[in-house]
Structures are given as structure tokens and as C-alpha cells.
């Protein structure tokens, strides 16, 4: 049995190029993982949140491990094919095991360069990943702690991530952050 280890090699957040802090400019995602029921639910939640749009990704994972969130990010390569590269141009992190794989989250499954580049925040500092922080707080409106996430169906947790894409926002004038992403996508491709 191999034992998980917390992120300790990877890009510091201090690294980052300093234009994602202004959320000016599209593709720059923050992610973490909302967790069920401790000691009874297996199964998480990946959480992504573009920083510019505030647009979500919810993804099921069968589990908490970092071959399961590499596992994800294949799968989401893989269906956004060329575009994944202008879209997850960088991914920050915080320093938990299930982000201990760097090289897998930066390799892709269909090239042979990267796919994007992983930062990793400063331990105990969730701020520094705020808007994911804020996101979470949104998914825990329609999840709440406690919840056993092993019985959720994929059109369950599509409903959370489109309810959150979906709704207003003052930040954004009562647009969507799905509106806002539209527009971004539309304008890379």
C-alpha cells in the first residue's frame, strides 16, 4: 500500500505570473475538492472555478486520491481537446494529497508537452485560492456538510454546476458566470 503525501515539490504561487491576480485574462482556474460525510463517504467532489468568469466545473471522483483528480483532468483534456490549452491555461492548488501529483496534472494525455501549469498555494492559506473558496460555499448551498456524495448520480452533481453557472451576479452587472464564459470562449476559438 502506497501512502499519499502532501503536495511538497510543484510551483509556488509566488512563481505565478503576476496578470492572473488582476482576473483580466481567461483560462486561469483555481481547484479544490468538497468532501462528504468524513469516514462514511469515498467518493468527493473536484471543484474548479475559472478566476476571470467565476465559471464551475463540478466533477465526481471516486475518491480522494491524486490518481482520481489526474484521472479528471484527462477526462476533461480529452473532451475539450485543443481548446483545453487556450481554456486551463493554469490550475492553483492547495497543498493537499490529493494534489500531491504535480507532473500528472501538468502532463497531458494527448500531447507530449504540458497542458497547463499547476501553482501551489502557501499551507493554510485557502485565500489565496478565494474564489474557489467562495464557489465552495455556493455548492454547500445545494450539498451540505454531512452529505454522503457515494449515492450522487453525475446528473446530480451536473444539477449543482449548473445551477451555480446559471445564477446572476451582481460582480458580473446580473450576468451568469455561464454567460460571461460564453463570451470568452467565443472570443479563443
Same mark, same amino acid.
Given at each position: 500500500v502506497q501512502v499519499q503525501k502532501r503536495a511538497t515539490a510543484g510551483e509556488s504561487i509566488e512563481n505565478r505570473p503576476k496578470e492572473i491576480?488582476?482576473?483580466?485574462?481567461?483560462?486561469?482556474?483555481?481547484?479544490?475538492?468538497?468532501?462528504?460525510?468524513?469516514?462514511?463517504?469515498?467518493?468527493?467532489?473536484?471543484?474548479?472555478?475559472?478566476?476571470?468568469? @467565476?465559471?464551475?466545473?463540478?466533477?465526481?471522483l471516486k475518491d480522494q486520491g491524486a490518481a482520481s483528480v489526474v484521472? *479528471?483532468?484527462?477526462?476533461?483534456e480529452r473532451k475539450?481537446?485543443?481548446?483545453?490549452?487556450?481554456?486551463f491555461r493554469s490550475i492553483t492548488v492547495d497543498n493537499g494529497v490529493e494534489f500531491s501529483d504535480y507532473e500528472?496534472?501538468?502532463r497531458s494525455a494527448l500531447k507530449e508537452e504540458k497542458r497547463t501549469f499547476v501553482f501551489y498555494c502557501h499551507p493554510y492559506s485557502s485565500w489565496e485560492r478565494g474564489t474557489n473558496e467562495v464557489t465552495n460555499k455556493?455548492?454547500? @448551498?445545494?450539498?451540505?456538510?454531512?452529505t454522503n456524495f457515494d449515492?450522487?448520480?453525475?446528473?446530480?452533481?451536473? *444539477?449543482?454546476e449548473e445551477w451555480i453557472n446559471k445564477y446572476p451576479r451582481r460582480m458580473h452587472g446580473y450576468k451568469s458566470a455561464g454567460q460571461?464564459?460564453?463570451?470568452?470562449?467565443?472570443?479563443?476559438?
Open positions: 491576480e488582476k482576473r483580466e485574462i481567461f483560462g486561469h482556474w483555481e481547484m479544490d475538492t468538497v468532501k462528504g460525510k468524513r469516514g462514511v463517504t469515498k467518493s468527493c467532489m473536484l471543484v474548479l472555478t475559472e478566476r476571470k468568469t @467565476r465559471d464551475e466545473i463540478v466533477i465526481k484521472d *479528471a483532468l484527462d477526462r476533461l475539450w481537446g485543443d481548446m483545453f490549452y487556450k481554456v500528472g496534472m501538468e455556493m455548492v454547500r @448551498r445545494r450539498v451540505p456538510k454531512g449515492g450522487r448520480t453525475e446528473e446530480e452533481i451536473q *444539477a449543482v460571461l464564459f460564453d463570451e470568452e470562449l467565443k472570443r479563443i476559438s
